[in-house]
């Protein structure tokens, strides 16, 4: 949190310049030490969980309509209050899935490919650029263009699952096998 606070009060005043590193370690490194605090105090769930599951669909969904809106309406560079707001929505949506038992398949797939959305999705997403600026949809390979997300988003979970499919599962399967037959 202290970070955060940090964090806010650097871009406001202009001092980070837009460094792409300051931005990771100061902005982007807030749901890291989000997940890390709650993994470590399991104490703060009662905090965050809403036992009728009609109330936790209501504030869901009320804070990820607040969230897309604001985005929508305010310029991509004072996103600080998105990035709260989608910390606080996903400490309640961990919660209170584990809470009420929650599946979704759709999640479920998402976790499944987590770990290769997040290390092919910038990629993915600058391959996109590429395509749409050699056919000349944008005319500069700036990615903060908000219609840009709507196509860019499900481009880089195909591209995901493309590469988990080649590359995670099959190593995954491996190294199970591997594991199994040391025991």
């Known amino acids: 949190m202290i970070i955060a606070i940090i964090s806010v009060f650097i871009n406001w005043h202009g001092l980070s310049g837009n460094n792409i590193l300051s931005e990771y370690f100061l902005d982007y490194n807030f749901y890291f030490a989000t997940g890390v605090f709650c993994f470590y105090h399991n104490g703060i769930a009662h905090y965050f969980i809403f036992k009728n599951k009609i109330s936790f669909f209501i504030v869901s969904l009320t804070l990820f309509l607040i969230m897309v809106v ?50 092919t999705h910038f990629a993915s997403l600058m391959l996109l650029v590429g395509i749409f600026l050699k056919i000349g949809i944008i005319d500069s390979a700036e990615i903060q263009n908000k219609y840009f997300w709507i196509l860019g988003v499900p481009f880089s979970v195909l591209l995901s699952y493309f590469f988990y499919l080649l590359i995670e599962k099959p190593t995954k399967n491996i190294l199970f096998k591997l594991r199994r037959s040391d025991k």
């Open 70 to 119: 604001f985005k929508f309406l305010t310029n991509y560079d004072q996103d600080k209050v998105t990035f709260f707001i989608a910390s606080l929505f996903s400490v309640i949506l961990l919660f209170n899935f584990l809470y009420h038992g929650i599946k979704s398949r759709i999640l479920m797939f998402l976790g499944n490919i987590s770990y290769t959305i997040y290390i």
